[in-house]
């Protein structure tokens, strides 16, 4: 056993402050779950800890961190996703990865058992040991790692982390295009480990997994002792009584501040009353340098209980553009099936979707619920049996998994005929910065370009929503906030969504696709 501690850790990129003299001291044999919004920190402490980044602060720590995903990025997925797209390679293969493609450097056609052996030292049964415990099959270490699909290759990764004891992991996201069979794989997984920091922005799995939570709030790194539940209920409680301790502090500070406002205002009175005496005058003088003192003595005041006001954080209601449609059933299959090439992809489905429902559709990655929202819009290349009805004309609004947007938000606005002000809002809701208004859509971050995809859903008239994961890349705070909205607004909606958690809040309907 021995702690990592972070010892007045001050760090920050030019004038934007990320850490200011936080403090904490972390057994390394706890399961931390790292938590905060996005652009706050959260990478930024994993490179700091792995040594990426250098500071003059100090972090005190015998271990050996380990990052996942050491081969993934989110640049080289993108790309990745963006090239097949544009070369229309939609086979079944490609949908079975659930468009989960991975940029390998020079190694992209090496076995997987060779590619790993390069990033860490093992014996081939240790490695078939963590391999088991993942359920994954053994016959993937002698496959191409391109050829596997996204979630063996995650899990390939996370299994070389536990080889060596004297790793600690740092795991980013490791549940990013996981379906949920895979994800309580994981979990289970992880759940008999110990002494890691994991990154996820899914509720459940961070429950499931974690026995500390890491919060990066207001430049500060906060330690809460439990799970994600039971930090959010603590912080619940944490951010009420300083939202009540805010309210009584700023009604004092606007009655000090009336108050000296009328002692000067009767002062001046007094002092300037017409046809008053020498000696009224006198006393009128006296009074007001009297209220003059008091009035300094309140404007201390005043700035003194300023600086106790907590700048806490929240997360503002975010706007939808939903048209109520006049048809009372926007979407109808009957015995309805896609296929690739003849073979089909799921067994007939019998659903329909009414105004004001939100149907979300569950199933194995590869099981074709990103095809039939691709075959909703007009995308898919495979072919269809049975009965499907969904009026013409609708307003649609989607959000893809598979975006390129690209140029100035201004001129994005205008191309999608979206009213610009509340678009603006609806990003600044979701957390992106002003500053980052004047950047190029290509240029942002995957997280930032997600908002952007999903702000000029929300501001788009729609009658029917289709949205294909939507929370990729999306902090927690965001999934609560999007949540929120969909509750309040009761928009109609078709779902693929692998969070389930936020399926089962926001769902009225779920539609579990089978295997054939």
Not at 167 to 190: C, G
Not at 234 to 258: H, P, Q, V
Request: negative net charge; aromatic residues 8%.
């Amino acid at each position: 056993m021995s702690n990592i501690e972070f010892k007045d850790l001050t760090f920050g990129y030019g004038e934007n402050l990320i850490f200011d003299h936080a403090q904490i001291n972390i057994d390394d044999r706890w399961k931390l779950g790292l938590v905060g919004r996005n652009g706050r920190g959260k990478s930024t402490l994993l490179k700091l800890l792995e040594g990426k980044i250098i500071t003059d602060s100090s972090i005190i720590a015998d271990k050996n961190f380990v990052y996942f995903p050491q081969l993934l990025t989110e640049e080289d997925l993108n790309d990745e996703k963006i090239s097949s797209e544009s070369k229309n390679q939609e086979s079944h293969k490609g949908d079975s990865i659930e468009s989960l493609s991975v940029n390998i450097t020079d190694r992209k056609s090496q076995l997987t058992f060779y590619l790993l052996n390069e990033l860490a030292e093992f014996e081939q049964w240790e490695l078939e040991r963590e391999l088991s415990l993942l359920k994954v099959d053994l016959e993937v270490l002698w496959r191409p790692f391109e050829s596997l699909s996204g979630g063996e290759q995650t899990k390939c990764l996370l299994a070389i982390l536990f080889l060596d004891e004297t790793n600690f992991p740092l795991i980013d996201e490791p549940t990013n295009h996981l379906d949920m069979a895979s994800r309580k794989v994981v979990a289970q997984y992880l759940n008999k480990k110990s002494g890691f920091i994991v990154v996820s922005h899914d509720r459940n799995f961070l429950d499931e997994v974690c026995d500390h939570t890491l919060a990066i709030e207001r430049q500060q790194v906060i330690l809460y002792q439990g799970n994600y539940s039971t930090y959010e209920q603590e912080k619940k409680l944490r951010d009420d009584f300083e939202l009540a301790e805010d309210e009584r502090l700023r009604k004092d500070i606007s009655r000090l501040k009336r108050t000296s406002l009328e002692k000067r205002d009767w002062s001046n009175q007094r002092e300037n009353v017409a046809g008053a005496t020498f000696v009224d005058k006198k006393v009128a003088k006296k009074q007001n340098q009297r209220a003059k003192a008091i009035e300094k003595r309140m404007g201390q005041e005043v700035e003194n209980k300023e600086k106790l006001l907590k700048n806490i954080e929240k997360t503002d209601p975010l706007g939808m553009n939903f048209q109520p449609s006049h048809h009372r059933r926007l979407i109808q299959f009957e015995k309805f099936s896609l296929a690739f090439d003849k073979k089909i992809l799921f067994q007939p489905i019998d659903f329909s979707l009414k105004v004001g429902e939100i149907a979300a559709i569950v199933g194995p990655n590869g099981q074709g619920k990103s095809s039939i929202i691709k075959y909703l819009s007009g995308n898919f290349s495979g072919e269809r049996n049975g009965f499907v009805q969904l009026p013409q004309g609708i307003k649609i609004s989607f959000v893809r998994q598979i975006y390129d947007n690209r140029g100035y938000l201004k001129d994005f606005a205008t191309e999608n005929q979206l009213d610009y002000e509340l678009f603006l809002s609806n990003l600044r809701k979701l957390g992106m910065e002003r500053k980052q208004f004047t950047q190029k859509i290509e240029t942002m971050s995957q997280g930032q370009q997600k908002k952007v995809e999903l702000a000029r859903s929300l501001s788009q008239e729609a009658e029917l929503y289709l949205w294909d994961e939507p929370l990729n890349y999306l902090d927690v705070f965001n999934h609560e906030q999007i949540a929120q909205l969909l509750e309040n607004s009761q928009p109609t909606m078709l779902l693929v969504e692998h969070d389930q958690a936020f399926v089962e809040k926001v769902s009225n309907q779920i539609i579990n696709l089978k295997d054939t």
